[in-house]
């Protein structure tokens, strides 16, 4: 969501004239968007900070702004005491405030000089965020797009809510609109974003779901591949799983968190479901999307988890065999209400611990799932090089490397796989 923000506002940005630099030191402007979904993430944010404020000691005259879900919905008072040196603060997917702070400061003086009307001048911003930032043209192959921002759904353990504001879908019109200018762009993928991406819809009149939106963008020219992140077990609907099995651009990959194996524990977190619930809906999918690859989140440590309780846990991982899960700590967050009522009494040696099972487990679970692919052929979309060796995913979201002289970059290439590991696969272009 923050890429999505920041590719927003670079574009907004670049339109009005600014150029971009990768060294915060030659910049006029630094703008740092922020996460705070747990703990190590804000921390990284205040030493970020703590460099800026020494940037602009010897530069005076450098615009920072901050942006994303440090800020927040209410924020930016507190945020203004605690960093005085902060000129600008912007919510999440909002950069009116710092548009308005250029402009009032009088940075936007060379389009007035080019009779841009204050009318001209906003609907001109407002287009940019459908393109690419400069760097990225001809460069990206993948882009994320968000459908639902922010969320009311107030699991006990998650600043979401209080940061992003309350859920609201975007306009049909106004997504299509913007893949459509990506792909004209050369983008060939689009991940379909929100907090909970199959509620998608929910407050629009139209009965316009995530399926209905699946089906028309599916009829966009040159694009190739869709997938969406993240959804919630209570609203993978048949519907749903019916239209990603049915249409060939929509990736066979599912993220769909499960965040804890104890029935306890996923009450203590308001997730709405049980174990029992997540294993039948597993079963559905790979009932109907044959060979679908299913990622999760998973948290251990939550406040009162017990040993047997995260062995629940640790069971479900081995049951169901996912294809990629991210594994977090939990981390107590200001306002949500397992900080607010709950003891977090888990030692943070046995956070770590509990995450390493679950680790350990899952890297012996894709050695043997990988090790199933040696010597297959996969169609690999190419997103980029590293080290001077091509990379992409197959529509299964598996990462292939592959050497070759030509340039693959945005081709779809057959690649023969002859080395996997449990992270990702190497093989020989066939094309």
Not at 106 to 133: G, V
Not at 138 to 164: D, E, K, M, Q
Not at 323 to 343: C, E, L, V
Request: proline share 4%; with cysteine; hydrophobic share 35%.
């Amino acid at each position: 969501m923050n890429e999505a923000d920041s590719r927003h506002l670079a574009s907004q940005l670049e339109t009005i004239g600014f150029e971009s630099t990768t060294e915060p030191k030659d910049a006029d402007l630094v703008v740092l968007n922020t996460c705070v979904v747990r703990q190590q993430a804000e921390n990284k944010i205040y030493g970020r900070l703590g460099s800026l404020k020494t940037a602009k000691e010897k530069n005076p005259d450098l615009t920072i702004g901050l942006m994303g879900c440090m800020v927040g919905m209410k924020e930016a008072p507190a945020l203004k005491h605690r960093f005085p040196y902060v000129d600008v603060f912007m919510p999440p997917s909002d950069s009116t405030p710092l548009i308005d702070y250029l402009e009032h400061n009088n940075f936007l003086d060379d389009l007035r000089n080019q009779e841009q009307t204050e009318r001209s001048l906003r609907d001109t911003i407002q287009d940019a965020k459908n393109l690419l930032p400069i760097a990225q043209r001809g460069n990206a192959i993948t882009a994320f797009v968000p459908i639902v921002l922010g969320c009311s759904h107030a699991c006990t353990f998650c600043i979401i809510p209080y940061r992003r504001g309350v859920e609201r879908s975007r306009l049909p019109n106004e997504i299509l609109t913007e893949i459509r200018t990506l792909v004209s762009q050369g983008i060939k993928e689009v991940m379909l974003l929100g907090q909970i991406v199959d509620r998608y819809g929910t407050d629009l009149e139209n009965n316009e779901n995530l399926s209905w939106l699946l089906r028309e963008i599916h009829k966009i020219d040159g694009l190739e591949r869709i997938r969406f992140l993240t959804s919630h077990p209570n609203w993978m609907t048949d519907d749903l799983l019916h239209t990603v099995g049915e249409l060939d651009k929509v990736c066979p990959h599912i993220e769909i968190p499960v965040q804890a194996g104890n029935n306890e524990v996923l009450t203590n977190m308001r997730r709405g479901y049980t174990c029992e619930n997540y294993r039948i809906l597993i079963n559905k999918i790979r009932n109907i999307i044959p060979g679908a690859t299913i990622n999760t989140d998973i948290i251990v440590g939550f406040p009162g988890e017990s040993h047997e309780q995260f062995m629940d846990t640790h069971q479900l991982v081995k049951d169901v065999e996912f294809d990629k899960i991210h594994i977090s700590k939990y981390s107590m967050r200001p306002k949500t209400i397992a900080t607010r009522k709950m003891n977090d009494n888990v030692t943070d040696e046995e956070k770590t611990e509990r995450r390493n099972v679950i680790d350990e487990t899952q890297h012996e679970i894709l050695e043997y799932k990988n090790k199933s692919l040696l010597g297959q052929t996969l169609n690999v979309l190419v997103e980029n090089k590293k080290k001077d060796r091509w990379f992409g995913r197959t529509m299964h979201n598996k990462l292939v490397f592959f050497d070759d002289d030509r340039n693959l970059l945005g081709e779809t290439i057959r690649v023969k796989i002859n080395k996997t590991s449990p992270y990702s696969l190497i093989g020989d272009s066939m094309n």
